[in-house]
C-alpha cells in the first residue's frame, strides 16, 4: 500500500521528482484523516495548520461573498489542497468541504522541517514544487483579473450546491 502510494504521490505536481525514499519518509508521521460527505476540512479564515493530498473523495473550494458560499473550483482524488499554509502561515483564504467521504494525507510545516533536517535537497525540490504551483494560480489568477480590468464579463460563480 505505501509504494502504491508513492508512486501515487510522484505523478502530482507538487511532489514530482521526489524520491520514494524521501516520500516514505514523510509520510511516516502524516496522519490519513477521514472527512465525512459534508463536513469541511476548514473554513475560510480557520488558522492555516497543514496541506492535505485528497487519496479519496470529491471536494469544494468556496469563498464567502455578501453573506453566500460560492464555488471557486471542485477537487478530486490525486489533487493537493491548503498548501499555502505550508508557505506563508496565513489564515486560509478559501473553505474546503468535503462533497463525498474523503481520506486525505495531512501534512504539516512541521512535517518539511523535519525533512529539512533530513535531506535539505530534497526539502528544497518540494518548496520549489509548491512555488511553481502557486505561481500557476498566480499566473491564472492575473490573467483573469486582467480580462476583468478590460470589461470582459463572465457569470458570477454559482452558489456551493448541496453536498451529496
Not at 9 to 29: D, H, R, S
Not at 80 to 97: H, K, N, Q, T, Y
Request: glycine content about 6%.
Amino acid at each position: 500500500m505505501l509504494a502504491a502510494r508513492i508512486e501515487w504521490m510522484q505523478q502530482m505536481p507538487i511532489f514530482g521528482a521526489i524520491e520514494a525514499a524521501t516520500l516514505e519518509f514523510l509520510l511516516a508521521p502524516a496522519p490519513l484523516i477521514e472527512v465525512p460527505a459534508g463536513a469541511y476540512f476548514f473554513r475560510e479564515g480557520d488558522p492555516a495548520t497543514c496541506m492535505y493530498v485528497l487519496e479519496a473523495g470529491r471536494v469544494s473550494v468556496s469563498k464567502h461573498w455578501q453573506g453566500d458560499a460560492l464555488l471557486l473550483r471542485e477537487l478530486a482524488a490525486g489533487d493537493c489542497f491548503g498548501e499555502m499554509a505550508l508557505i506563508d502561515l496565513f489564515p486560509r483564504s478559501a473553505s474546503v468541504r468535503a462533497d463525498t467521504d474523503c481520506r486525505a494525507i495531512e501534512l504539516t510545516p512541521d512535517n518539511l522541517y523535519r525533512l529539512f533536517e533530513h535531506d535539505a535537497a530534497q526539502f528544497a525540490l518540494i518548496q520549489m514544487n509548491i512555488s511553481r504551483e502557486l505561481s500557476r494560480r498566480l499566473r491564472a489568477t492575473d490573467a483573469l483579473l486582467f480580462r476583468a480590468r478590460m470589461g470582459e464579463t463572465w457569470p458570477a460563480p454559482a452558489p456551493l450546491p448541496p453536498a451529496g
